[in-house]
């Protein structure tokens, strides 16, 4: 078994009457991909804006290699190396794809305006090596992607897009990636090629884990190890794809009770 990454112990969300998370035990291992899982409002975004930050927790803790996130800021969960999309595109279609994914490294960019203002050399060298890594990234997932760095954004494809934003996220270099639907509004061969790419750069980064939440079960039965299953903010299986897909309690809060009948 490997290390565990993140540790979820008894997390609980409220909102007034409420409950979007009830005392949930979750663990994510080192390299692995867990797929979370759940009917809508079970609890899945929920977790996600938990562990980075968004939202407060009413209870329990979040631990990231042993070190206590609970409660901290958006800013220090990003440096403590957790990152995130979301399911609705969160890019800036009037900016440049560059520009896009250079603002996922804003903390380790920004100097402060003296600093841009009067070491002009070291703000070249730091932006040069910023260009760098952005097209390294954008060509890891696609050369003409890579090509079209200094163009707007709005002018890229869905897939493209969706590549852009994983970019972002990746440019800080993250322990634990967490992705909110992925394949929100695109095709299915769009689908097909954009977890080639995850898998991917899975392969090419060591001790990377990622945390995939996503309605498209091929999609989960394809790239996950393993997978946890959510109801009403309470986990109620996990296992393989294979074992949580069998299993009656998982089948009866996906399609209801005539799903044993």
């Keep these: 078994m490997s290390a565990t990454l993140l540790q979820a112990s008894a997390l609980t969300m409220r909102f007034g009457g409420l409950t979007a998370l009830d005392a949930l035990d979750l663990s994510v291992f080192d390299g692995e991909i867990l797929g979370l899982l759940g009917p809508n409002g079970s609890g899945k975004t929920t977790f996600f804006n938990v562990v980075t930050g968004l939202y407060a927790a009413s209870g329990g803790s ?11 800021s958006p800013q220090d969960v990003y440096r403590a190396g957790v990152t995130r999309t979301f399911q609705r595109s969160r890019l800036s279609l009037t900016m440049s794809v560059f520009d896009n994914v250079a603002i996922g490294n804003y903390q380790h960019m920004q100097r402060g305006l003296f600093a841009n203002l009067f070491r002009r ?3 070249r060298i730091e932006y040069q090596r910023t260009v760098e890594l952005v097209e390294t990234l954008l060509r890891t997932f696609n050369q003409e992607l890579a ?51 995850i898998m991917q750069v899975r392969s090419r980064l060591e001790k990377f884990s990622i945390v995939i939440i996503e309605h498209e079960m091929n999609v ?29 309690e998982v089948q009866v809060a996906y399609l209801g009770q005539e799903a044993l009948a």
Excluded: W
Aim: hydrophobic residues 40%.
């Design 220 to 248: 989960i039965q394809r790239i996950t190890d393993r997978c946890v299953v959510l109801n009403y903010g309470k986990k109620i299986a996990e296992g393989t794809y294979a074992q949580i897909t069998a299993d009656p």
């Design 62 to 72: 979040v631990l990231l290699d042993g070190q206590d996130i609970s409660g901290k």
């Design 147 to 197: 090509n079209k760095m200094f163009e707007p954004a709005g002018a890229l494809t869905m897939i493209d897009r969706r590549r852009v934003e994983l970019c972002r996220a990746l440019i800080s270099q993250p322990r634990l990636l967490l992705l909110d639907e992925p394949s929100a509004g695109m095709t299915h061969d769009e689908t097909a090629e954009l977890m080639d790419d």
């Design 121 to 123: 050399q070291a703000f």
